[in-house]
């Protein structure tokens, strides 16, 4: 398993039945609108996410600023700070917490990297959001983020970069993804 920027070759395929962060709830091709956005966003913005890769892609996770992601104002607990990173959407398989900590420990390296002051994140408890990429709650919590704005569905949360409690290292990213192949 690796880590790789996300590219149009490498996104999870459940990543692409949605486009509800990129242009909101109202698409007719979600496909073709997450498309297009990746493009658009790579070419402006840069990297915007990180896929999970071995034979095929077992994850990816998509971030960007709030004014690239539409769809984070339809949130209940939104919108997101124009301050921070949005994390919008987390797609795996099935939901493999150790895999979803790095990719989430990836992109806050990447925006510490970048001088992001914060990021934030929608977090999931349960409800009927239907298969938006809803990071679960207890990956957020378990990263470290705070809440920021409760909600009986999905609260939001957020992370002042660099993160005072640091990132994974190189050996425990190692190790959690040794665990989430085998």
């Known amino acids: 398993m690796r880590i790789e920027p996300v590219t149009l070759q490498n996104v999870h395929p459940a990543c692409l039945r949605t486009a509800f962060w990129e242009a909101g709830s109202d698409v007719a091709d979600p496909a073709m ?4 956005w990746l493009s658009s966003t790579l070419m402006t913005y840069g990297l915007c996410g990180f896929s999970a890769v071995a034979d095929s892609p077992a994850a990816t ?11 984070a104002g339809e949130m209940p607990s939104g919108p997101a700070s124009p301050d921070a990173t949005l994390i919008s959407s987390l797609f795996t ?15 806050l390296g990447h925006l510490v990297a970048r ?4 990021v934030e994140a929608f977090g999931w408890r349960s409800g009927t959001f239907g298969p938006i990429g809803l990071i679960p709650e207890n990956v957020l919590v378990k990263a470290g983020f705070s809440l ?3 909600h009986d569905e999905v609260p939001r949360y957020r992370m002042e970069l660099p993160p005072v409690d ?7 990213v190692e190790e959690l993804l040794s665990v989430s192949v085998g």
């Not at 609108?33 to 297009?36: R, Y």
């Not at 996770?61 to 769809?71: D, Q, V, W, Y």
């Not at 099935?94 to 992109?107: E, G, K, P, Q």
């Not at 640091?166 to 425990?172: H, P, T, V, W, Y």
């Open 166 to 172: 640091g990132l994974l290292a190189a050996a425990e």
């Open 93 to 107: 398989g099935a939901m493999d917490s150790s895999l979803s900590a790095v990719l989430v420990d990836a992109v």
């Open 148 to 150: 920021l704005v409760d």
């Open 33 to 36: 609108e997450k498309e297009l």
């Open 115 to 118: 001088d992001i002051p914060a």
């Open 61 to 71: 996770i998509l971030f960007a600023a709030p004014s690239l992601l539409p769809g």
